[in-house]
């Protein structure tokens, strides 16, 4: 079906990059134009979680091995009391690596250069500082490219939360503060601490920590709930003083990174619902486009990956009508389902008193009375594979 099947791609990003290398292999002509200049994916700096339902779209899109030598292999995500700092239980995903479920911690910038590579080898020709404006779906979607107005038979919106094609189909969005904020910070590491994932929790914060890059470098993520905040985005500079108050009542080892953190970015958590509509005529959204998620399963971009395979079957499968309505009746049971889930982390992370103690207890005692079942809770998100599932 893909056969010299022109598309054009908005936008950058884990999704646009993976759909664009998806469909150029499989024989159709791929503009794709980023909003951002060339070197802004470096630049934007931070750590992502890709689990084993990513990584088999990167292993089928022939990326696994490149990805392997980006990312570290993620051992063990171990909660604890983020203010005495002990270990609540610590789920250990050895287990899971041995049966070839793989969990790695990528730097943003490298997954994306990564993606970014992929598609160029594939054929995809590759615009920056290009930010395409949406005017329009129909037989031919409409838009405009760095001012340019172009017509497309098919124009797919991979641009993020604030996508420009999500209002085109589904008018304007109205996300609201969900009463978080978080910080993110990057910090040189010590290559010896071990490759795992440390989530301290504390009464109305929580802070999330791994290793990147080999070790050198530490993603460090700061969630607090907060009454107002007012701008949507991820690059509000803050002074890292604003953060180490906010957690000086955390253990040492959390005041201690936060010592090094030297220019943190402070964003507002919004909710967004998922766009009731994915697709018009000749115009698709995928990734946070289409459905933005909360931080807290670290599912974003594994969604991204996800959509930007099931949407390249399906548009190789069938003719664009079908394929676009059968790519949004997948997915949409499997985003909802994981957004649900990353919203429950989001009050459970922050428990307070009573709750607080009753929910760590039984976490512990889970963890020693059956140590994997924590994460079996979790095998429908994990074991799915898109690249076989469909
Ligand atoms: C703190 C934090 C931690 C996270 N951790 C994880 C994690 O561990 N694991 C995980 O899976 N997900 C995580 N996520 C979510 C993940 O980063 C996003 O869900 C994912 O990047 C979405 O991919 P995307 O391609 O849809 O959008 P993006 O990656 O945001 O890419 C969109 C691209 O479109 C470009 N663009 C925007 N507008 C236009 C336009 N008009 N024209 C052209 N280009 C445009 C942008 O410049 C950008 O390059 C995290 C998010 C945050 C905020």
């Not at 200049?37 to 339902?53: F, S, V």
């Not at 250069?113 to 020709?125: C, N, P, T, W």
């Not at 994915?278 to 459905?291: S, T």
């Not at 990956?305 to 190789?316: H, K, N, P």
Request: aromatic share 6%; net charge neutral.
């Amino acid at each position: 079906m893909l056969i010299g099947q022109r598309v054009l791609v908005a936008g950058g990003g884990v999704a646009g990059y993976a759909v664009a290398r998806a469909l150029a292999l499989r024989g159709a002509s791929v503009e794709l134009a980023e909003a951002g200049a060339a070197d802004a994916a470096a630049a934007a700096g931070g750590g992502l979680q890709i689990t084993p339902n990513g990584m088999r779209v990167l292993d089928a899109l022939g990326l696994g091995e490149a990805a392997r030598d980006q990312g570290l292999a993620s051992q063990a995500v171990v909660l604890r009391d983020g203010l005495l700092g002990g270990v609540i239980t610590r789920l250990d995903l050895g287990p899971h690596r041995a049966e070839g479920l793989e969990y790695r911690l990528f730097h943003r910038a490298d997954l994306v250069a990564l993606l970014a590579e992929g598609a160029r080898e594939a054929g995809v020709k590759i615009r920056t500082g290009a930010p395409v404006e949406v005017l329009s779906d129909g037989a031919e979607a409409r838009a405009r490219v760095a001012g340019d107005e172009v017509s497309t038979p098919l124009l797919l919106c991979a641009d993020g939360f604030h996508s420009s094609g999500r209002p085109v189909l589904n008018g304007p969005a109205d996300p609201f503060f969900t009463g978080q904020v978080a910080w993110r910070a990057v910090i040189p590491a010590d290559r010896a601490v071990p490759s795992e994932v440390q989530a301290y929790l504390g009464p109305g914060q929580h802070l999330i920590t791994y290793p990147l890059r080999g070790g050198d470098l530490r993603n460090i993520v700061a969630v607090e709930d907060r009454r107002n905040w007012a701008a949507e985005g991820w690059n509000h500079v803050d002074a890292p003083q604003n953060l180490r108050d906010a957690f000086s009542g955390f253990c040492p080892e959390v005041r201690a990174l936060l010592e090094q953190v030297e220019s943190p970015r402070l964003w507002g958590l919004f909710r967004h619902e998922i766009a009731a509509r994915w697709h018009g005529q000749g115009l698709a959204l995928l990734g946070d486009a289409a459905h933005p998620t909360l931080p807290f399963m670290a599912q974003g971009a594994n969604m991204a990956l996800e959509d930007a395979w099931v949407l390249a079957d399906c548009l190789d499968a069938m003719p664009q009508p079908e394929a676009l309505a059968a790519y949004q009746a997948l997915r949409l049971p499997r985003v909802r389902r994981a957004i649900a889930a990353a919203n429950a982390n989001a009050r459970n992370y922050h428990l307070r008193g009573f709750a607080r103690y009753g929910a760590h207890k039984v976490l512990k005692i889970g963890g020693w009375l059956a140590p994997g079942a924590a994460l079996k809770r979790f095998d429908w998100l994990y074991r799915h594979d898109v690249t076989k599932a469909q």
